[in-house]
């Protein structure tokens, strides 16, 4: 069982910076992947990033140079620096991980204002 809590949501203008969490309850290192997933209401849930046990990191096309994700592992923590924010980054982001299944958290809105 691995529960996940999302944070850092808020209200930003354009072009400003929010830097999200994920606090996991369980050791991440063992955990083969962490991911930021956003999703706009009628819309599919979009994968934002990832970072795998080895810190390897990829992004979607439309964060490339905006968003960083990290990790602490002495946290148990993942995070999603996100800069430059435009107003189509306005989503619900949610951190998901897989462990014998899929694991997601409650999710944190964005707004990103014009």
């Known amino acids: 069982q691995v529960q996940l809590v999302e944070s850092g949501g808020g209200l930003v203008q354009a072009g400003g910076s929010l830097r999200l969490s994920c606090a996991a309850s369980?050791?991440?290192?063992?955990?083969?992947?962490m991911a930021w997933y956003r999703q706009v209401p009628g819309n599919d849930r979009e994968l934002v990033a990832s970072i795998n046990s080895g810190g390897y990191t990829k992004y979607a096309d439309s964060v490339k140079g905006r968003f960083t994700i990290s990790r602490d592992l002495a946290k148990n923590t993942v995070y999603l620096q996100m800069n430059s924010l435009r107003p189509e980054d306005t989503a619900l982001y949610y951190c998901e991980t897989f462990w014998e299944r899929d694991y997601w958290g409650e999710g944190t809105l964005v707004t990103v204002s014009s």
């Open positions: 369980r050791s991440i290192f063992s955990l083969n992947v």
